[in-house]
């Protein structure tokens, strides 16, 4: 439910177009399969990519929609990281709630940037550390290290 109610979020207030800085080269990158400025972000263009061939529509907009859903899951993420560390449902709310409103978080996950889709592999890489820590289990972290070596 996080991950709809942020989607819904960053979808609405999604540019709508190619955006300045950054955002541009990357969008270029991602539909020609180029490299950006360093450090070239391989797997963000390869994912850009991707998002470009299974949605409808400008290669621009499509990478921006891609921050929106990366954004959105890095919301969920950061929902179940916190009710792992032992947050109230409640609590957890509050506080991913605070970082979905925020204007820098908002803005990152409205346009084609790298922040977001680096923020999925950091919160997922820790879920599932928490995860492997509390079932004692070596394959959630080597999952783990091999997520936050995507990242």
């Known amino acids: ?21 950054d955002s541009a080269e990357f969008a270029a990158a991602a539909s020609v399969l180029g490299i950006p400025h360093p450090p070239g972000y391989p797997l963000y263009t390869l994912l850009g ?3 470009g061939l299974l ?4 290669p621009a907009v499509n990478v921006n929609a891609m921050s929106a859903v990366h954004g959105a899951l890095g919301i969920a993420l950061l929902f179940l990281v916190q009710r792992q560390l032992g947050a109230d449902r409640w609590g957890a709310l509050l506080g991913t709630l605070a970082l979905a409103t925020s204007e820098s978080y908002r803005l990152n996950s ?14 997922l890489a820790f879920a599932l550390l928490l995860h492997g820590v509390r079932e004692r289990r070596r394959g959630w972290l080597v999952a783990a290290a091999f997520v936050g070596g995507l990242g």
């Open 1 to 21: 439910m996080v991950f709809l109610a942020a989607l819904v979020f960053y979808g609405t207030t999604m540019c709508r177009t190619v955006y300045w800085y």
């Open 49 to 51: 990519r991707l998002y």
């Open 55 to 58: 949605l409808p529509g400008e």
């Open 110 to 123: 409205s346009v084609a940037e790298v922040y977001t889709t680096g923020i999925v592999f950091l919160l």
